[in-house]
């Protein structure tokens, strides 16, 4: 790995942490106003849903959005270790992850993400999490449940 790669990985990680966090932010309420222009409602939209698989009886969460890359996590719920596989994946592609409770709290960044990532939440309680997988500029969000 080259100096410039580790320059790059870093930079989207700290941009990424600053701008794109936490996507669930004020600036992603959904607001509706009446026709005098009060404000009468405040929603904030839900993670995207994912298509779920059965395969070899875990649950395969699967996302073909990003870049033209496959992104396979599994098994959710999780006992603790949980396999990230991206297929496709080229080797000057940027790629970082993020891993987040519900009040957008960051618990793990990783940056440099090969086709097969292990992500070992073992010592995390249970509780739902958010993954948030970035491939170049694009990002995809993932909710996980730690059992």
Known sequence: MNKTNIIKGFF???FS????????????????YDAAGNRIQRSAPT????????EKQQEVIK???????EISIFPN????N?????????????????LMDTKGRVLI????????????ITSFPSATYVLKIMIDK??????????
């Open 12 to 14: 989207l990680i700290f």
């Open 77 to 80: 719920p999780t006992a603790g």
């Open 82 to 98: 949980l396999s990230i596989d991206i297929s496709s994946l080229e080797e000057e592609q940027l790629t970082s992850l993020v």
């Open 138 to 147: 694009q990002s995809t969000e993932w909710k996980i449940i730690k059992k």
């Open 17 to 32: 942490t600053i701008f794109l966090m936490p996507s669930f932010a004020v600036k992603d309420f959904i607001f509706t």
């Open 47 to 54: 993670l995207r849903k994912a298509n779920i698989e059965n």
């Open 109 to 120: 960044t990783r940056s440099n993400l090969s086709a097969s990532n292990s992500l070992d």
């Open 63 to 69: 996302d073909s959005s990003i870049e033209d890359n």
